[in-house]
């Protein structure tokens, strides 16, 4: 059940103006009589409130600007927060990706700064995106092919994934860890979200993945989980994303094993910029 406690809740954000970030705000700012204090921490103030502009003049929000490499911003930004989310996470297939491992190590230095200042600190709560392939239990409900196809296509975003949650999971002494595991995300209405630790289904929306994580952040009743997996009440329409998904691991294959590709995309991105496409 909701704690029910006149005492504020600080949460700490990464990564709100990502897509999963950005559907998070709206249902953890809808709960104003749950006295949450959200301090969000993004690499662009101006993106954020082009997101989200009715938040400037929000005084429950507090939106600090750095990068995930700033341990002094982080440590500053953590202080005092009993639950951190982060929704940062990269879904491109990219030779060398370290984002989120790099994040990882930050976050633990930004910690431990925390606890050494303070022999009465409390590890928070960290709620973190995962991936349904990364759950043993999901993992084997999986079949082979398609498993191995998605593990082919991002390898690399998988690759950097993982070794975060290495990372993370190493330092229990600074945190209660618990890995969000979606399936395919797809940009659609909500149907209502689903929160299960024995099964997902074949997607979830944007907006349904982020009413999940505004419930695992203010709801008691999840704090001893370790990992959930969060799915669309609809996300098992037949023929509705199949076309979507392949096409994105079509994708992740020619990005991850094709000679040329990025400096090719990333040359076709500046002329489409600067032509205004």
């Known amino acids: 059940m909701m704690e029910n406690s ?26 104003k009589d749950k006295h949450v204090q959200l301090r969000t921490y993004v690499r662009s103030k101006a993106k954020l409130l082009r997101l989200l502009p009715e938040i400037e003049n ?9 990068q995930l490499d700033n341990v002094k911003n982080l440590t500053e930004c953590f202080r005092g927060a009993s639950i951190i989310i982060c929704t940062v996470g990269e879904n491109q297939n990219i030779p060398g990706l370290c984002t989120l491992q790099g994040a990882a190590r930050c976050i633990v230095a930004a910690l ?5 200042e303070d022999e009465n600190w409390s590890k928070p709560r960290f709620i973190m995106l995962s991936a349904a392939p990364e759950n043993p239990r999901f993992r084997a409900a999986m079949p082979a092919p398609v ?9 690399y975003s998988y690759a950097d994934l993982s070794a975060a949650q290495d990372i993370l ?15 395919g995300i797809v940009e659609d209405e909500p149907t209502g979200h689903e929160i299960s630790t024995e099964s997902v289904r ?13 419930e695992l952040a203010l709801e008691r009743a999840y704090d001893e989980l370790h990992a959930v997996g969060v799915s669309s009440k609809g996300g098992d329409v037949s023929g509705k994303y199949e076309f979507e998904l392949l ?21 076709i991105d500046r002329i489409r910029g600067a032509l205004g496409w």
């Open 58 to 66: 929000d005084s429950s929000v507090e939106i600090r600007e750095g």
């Open 147 to 155: 498993l191995w196809l998605l593990h082919t296509a991002f390898y």
């Open 202 to 214: 074949k997607t979830v929306t944007y907006a349904d993945l982020g009413s999940a994580f505004a």
């Open 112 to 116: 431990t700064t925390l606890q050494e």
């Open 247 to 267: 096409s994105r691991m079509v994708i992740g294959l020619f990005a991850g094993y094709m000679p040329g590709y990025w400096p090719a995309k990333r040359f």
């Open 6 to 31: 006149s005492l504020q809740t600080t949460i700490a954000f990464l990564g709100a103006t990502g897509r999963t970030g950005s559907a998070t705000l709206g249902p953890l700012l809808a709960n």
């Open 169 to 183: 999971a190493a330092a229990p002494q600074l945190m209660s860890l618990l890995l969000v595991q979606p399936p």
